[in-house]
């Protein structure tokens, strides 16, 4: 009995895919096909079938073949649309999905990356999250769209189906199809608002040196009167005009060793947005820091790749 | 759900340039082709009001308030009303289309406002086709569907930008790809036998011979070069002179306009030499007289032949008609004429010109019984009495003919027939006035007789003992032309309205595509539709089999259409067709190939899974990184060998 059901259900995901794959998500690249494409006519669509059936009675009640020839002539165009609309989606490809950076509760920038085929791909709509954005591929083309997803909670969040439809090209049909991609976003803590700074153990000793070699950051353009032994020669070497390293930013800032064990008498989830507010309020001032987490351990270090490794490591905890 | 989803998705953002523009052109053209049936005022009120309005929202923006809107519909239905004394019926009905369609843009804020404008559009221009269904004004209205199609497409968002001419282009192309089917359907479409409400009326506006005649009143009917009919022959056409087409037969007499008898009654009898067999396509009159070739000798289905062979249909010819019937160009009509018929064709009214009836009497006198005597006195009159053929006489005062013979001597075909059967009843010879067409011209690649409204005419009949009612022409005593050559002939010198004749003989050749767009498109009737199959031994094809067929018909277009619109061009590349040939014959023994997976990782899979074809696996293995990265441009013969070989390779399961 429950093999049947099974088997039923494997024939209708492979026959009818579109109805049934929004309960299981599928892997990129998704395929538009004649299988998963759905038409109606639009409401619009309905109304002018009726204008035409209306036109089409006056045409033979007065036995006016003209005017019969341009109703036939309207209503094989809007049949013909029909299969426009339709094309407008076939073939359409979504290949990859890019995500931004959030923090729960704020909305993040989903990038969707579509590909068309041969053929042109005008006026496609895709709706995710009460959101619409409409845009037109050309043929072999290539388009990236850019959603908001709301996010609620940190953690890996799954993507939400997205709905690709088009009344392309006169408003009387609505072709459509769901897209339910298996790829989920990370979205980081959200960090407390406010709280003790970390506790520093001992004063470490400033270190005044420059962080040599890695950060083009900590260079600025040559002005003049600069004086000649600040010039970066080997950075300039590889730029088009001369780089100076710039003493006046403040060079290194005390480091922050934070971890999660010195916030034990806290709830796991106080501890993230605690340790969430010390990188962030780090990384504003460009502060280093190393963050030792029960699942990671991750090294003394600034800067925005930095910040995002430890906010996806947080954001990761279970 | 759909329902309620669709009106979610009709977010109402403001109506873009572009469209609102579109759709301003749409109503242009729509007013276009509505304007000559539409009173000049109207027309020239409704095109500024357009123009306005788009002015307004180009340069100012914001829409019209509502008081306004409804005192514009107020004013509207008032002026319709004022004009044609109702809202209903063809004129005042296409006058109120009109009106709305442009008062709807004043309301046009939002794209579904402007998606309703095109839709009403469409049947506004539709309805210009109940007026004049010629192949021009076809045409004109099928181009102002290019405007109303781009304006839907133009309010789907994010399509390709274009200058404003090019988005009329894929609507062209619409249109053309639909055009098939549009002709499948107009075949096949089962026309109704009766209609289902009344057919409108359609006498007004429409020029053409009218039921009684008096002096000047063919000037404007002389002018007009549209077609009236066409006519066909079997067999050699009648030559020039003989091509006398009669359509009302004048008797009464009041001093100023001719007008018919209303008679029932047997048709005269006739007897008639060779019968010539023809075929008319009368254009729309919007009157029940149907013009025949002289003389006809019976009358064609759903007419009536009168006493005097007047062809009266049963309804008036509201469209295109066509007809065929059989006339004798050489006859005797009616050898015996009653008394009462005689006192009839004699009657003059007292008291109007005197010097007419003076001339008659001493003509009487002069040639005593001779009749043909008189008849030759009044035709040397009209030749050598220094009359002349023009279309633009001079007034004529209360005794018209008096006027004419004695004073002005100026006129056209209805001045001479009107003073010459005067003189011919004031000297005792009964006689009549009869109306119709004469001439035409003969389209030699359509072989056909083309007559137009122009070559209307008119012409006496005199009853002579034992020749019974003889057919005399006094114009064409005065301007032989006309009646050898045409009516453009005779008018060339007179008025030179023609202007050009090669202009007018250029349209005439050109007619013969009327003439098509006549026969093939206009005149396909029930009676047409249901011969259609006749080729193929169905001599009655009726309603069920028109509709299979069109069933039939409709799904090939269908079929054809889906074929398109799923075919995608196959793979160019050959190494990456074949290999999906591979991994759809894996995929089903069980080994799918993983998204982003490499082809050496998916092979030792493969081969894993399938140890029995291991060699061969990776033998495709190697070909295929081969054909991959070892060439630039792989070798044909290596290519082949990897397309055979994943065409051969068939998984063998394993038993376990």
Known sequence: ?318 | MIGLRLFRHKHQAPLERRPFDLLCITVAVVLGVHAPHLPAWLTVVLAAMLGLRWWQRRHRGGRAPGYLKLALLALLTAAVIYHYDTLFGREPGAALVAGLLVLKLFETETPRDARVGAAFSCFALMTALLFDQGMVATALVGLGLLPALATLRALQPARPETSLPRELLPALRLLGASLPLALLAFVFVPRLSSPLWGAPNSTQGRTGLSEDMSPGDFSELLMDDRPAMRVTFVGTPPPNAQRYFRAYVLWNYDGRTWNRRELDGAPAPVEHGPAIQYTIALEATGQRVLPVLDVPLDAPQAAHMGPDREMRAERPVNDPLVYSLRSAPSYRLQGQLSERERRRALQLPAGFDPQAHALGQRWRAQYGDNDAAIVQAAMTLFHDGGFSYTLGPPPLGRNTVDDFLFSTHEGFCEHYASSFVVLMRAAGIPARVVTGYQGGYWNRIGNYLLVRQADAHAWSEIWLPGRGWVRMDPTAAVRPERVSQGSAAANATAAGWAGNQWWLAWRNRWDIVNQWWNQGVIGFDTLRQRGLLTPFGVHDTGVGLLGLLLAIGGSLFAVGGLLWAVWQRPEADQARTAMKLLEKRLASAGVTRRHSEGPQHYFSRAARALPSQRVELEQLMRTYLDLRYAHDEPPADLLRNFRQAARDFQPRRVVK
């Open chain 1, 1 to 318: 009995m429950l093999a049947a059901i099974r088997r039923a259900q494997t024939w209708a995901e492979r026959r009818l895919p579109a109805l049934t794959r929004h309960k299981r998500p599928e892997s990129l690249p998704i395929v538009l096909h004649r299988r998963r494409v759905y038409i109606v006519p639009t409401a619009f669509g309905a109304a002018f079938t009726v204008l035409l059936l209306i036109m089409l009675l006056g045409a033979l009640n007065y036995t006016n073949n003209a005017a019969l020839m341009l109703t036939c002539l309207l209503g094989s165009a809007s049949s013909a649309s029909m299969l426009i609309a339709f094309r407008s989606l076939n073939g359409l490809k979504l290949t990859a999905i890019r995500q931004g950076q959030a923090i729960a509760g704020e909305p993040m920038a989903v990038h969707l990356v579509f590909a068309g085929s041969e053929h042109a791909h005008a006026s496609v709509h895709a709706d995710m999250n009460e959101q619409t954005e409409a845009f037109s591929i050309g043929p072999h083309g290539e388009t990236v769209l850019n959603l908001q997803l709301d996010t609620h909670r940190r953690g890996w969040r799954p993507m939400p189906r997205i709905k690709l439809w088009s009344n392309w090209p006169l408003g009387l049909f609505h072709a459509w199809s769901w897209l339910h991609p298996e790829q989920s976003v990370l979205v980081w803590p959200r960090p407390e608002s406010g709280g003790p700074p970390p506790v520093v153990p001992g004063e470490a000793g400033r270190q005044q040196r420059l962080h040599q070699g890695e950060d083009i950051a900590a260079l600025r353009a040559y002005r003049a009167g600069d004086p000649q032994r600040h010039i970066a020669w080997k950075h300039s070497a590889r730029h088009e005009n001369l780089l100076v390293k710039d003493f006046e930013q403040p060079e290194a800032q005390e480091e922050w060793h934070l971890d999660w064990r010195q916030l034990a008498q806290l709830t796991p989830e106080a501890r993230i947005a605690r340790l969430a507010r010390w990188l962030g309020e780090a990384e504003t001032v460009g502060r280093p820091t190393s963050l030792w987490l029960p699942t990671e351990d991750i090294a003394l270090g600034h800067g925005r790749s930095h910040y995002a490794h430890c906010m996806n490591a947080l954001a990761q905890l279970p």
